[in-house]
Structures are given as structure tokens and as C-alpha cells.
């Protein structure tokens, strides 16, 4: 075995979502395309986008997660994967317009807070994080002083 290649099936617009991804984040590449798909890099993380009608659709079961590290960066991303029809879930997550699961979050800052030793600290941190839609880095460091 040689690698392994995350495979995204979307009912019509995959081109487009590869076309999309790659737009929006630093360094990304289309690396070639045909009539039913498009093969594109992410962070050096190679996928493949594939046109294969409605028998199967994305679920939040397989999502991307991207870490930003400042808020500065999670409010960037968060509102170029949400344009054009993309929508808010929790805890750092969302469903851009084209179906696919995502979570932009700041996993330094998460595991210094959510992981906190102190259980009660990292109980509020959690109570915090739950209440967010798009994470909010200075409300979670709040919670665990």
C-alpha cells in the first residue's frame, strides 16, 4: 500500500466544492480534474471530490477539522466556508454549501481549557464551548480563571 486518499462524494457540485476548497485556503492546489471528479491538496493532504449522483449524501460523521490557532483565523475561515449557504452547528462546527462537515477550531487552546486538569475548570470550559456556535478563545480561556 502506498497511500490513502480521503474520497468525498457529492450529488452534483464537485468540481465546484474542489474549486471552492482550494480558493479558500493558504497553499491548497487543484491537482487535476475530469468530467465527474476533481483530485485537490490540502495542507499537503491529498482528497478526492466525486460527482456520484444522490444515492449517497455527506454526513457530519466524516467532517475536516482545520486549527486556527488565533481568532483572527477562526473567524476568517468560518465565515468563507459558511458564504453562500453554508450553516452554523456547535461547538465549532458547520455544513458548508456544498454538504460537507467542518470544524475550525483552536486545539491548543482547547486542550488547555476542555482538558484542564482541574475537572471543575474543564467542566466549565466544556459548559462554555457547548454554548458556542463558532469558538470564541477568549470566552473559553474565561471560563477556566
Known amino acids: 500500500m502506498t497511500s490513502a486518499t480521503p474520497f468525498l462524494w457529492y450529488e452534483k457540485d464537485a468540481i465546484a466544492a474542489a474549486e471552492f476548497y482550494v480558493s479558500i485556503f493558504p497553499g491548497a492546489k487543484m491537482l487535476e480534474v475530469d468530467g465527474m471528479s476533481a483530485r485537490f491538496e490540502l495542507f499537503g493532504r ?8 444522490s444515492y449517497y449524501q455527506p454526513s457530519p460523521a466524516f467532517s475536516i477539522m482545520v486549527d486556527c490557532p ?8 468560518w465565515a468563507k466556508l459558511l458564504a453562500g ?5 456547535r461547538c465549532g462546527w458547520l455544513v458548508d454549501r ?3 462537515s467542518w470544524q475550525v477550531a483552536p486545539r491548543a487552546v482547547l486542550a488547555q481549557t476542555i482538558g484542564n486538569p482541574d475537572p471543575a475548570k474543564a467542566q466549565k470550559a466544556v459548559a462554555a464551548m457547548m454554548a458556542m456556535a463558532k469558538f470564541d478563545i477568549a470566552a473559553l480561556k474565561a471560563a477556566v480563571v
Open 46 to 53: 491529498e482528497y478526492i471530490a466525486f460527482n456520484g449522483g
Open 85 to 89: 449557504g453554508g450553516q452554523e452547528s
Open 70 to 77: 488565533t481568532q483572527a483565523e477562526i473567524d476568517d475561515l
Open 98 to 100: 456544498y454538504g460537507l
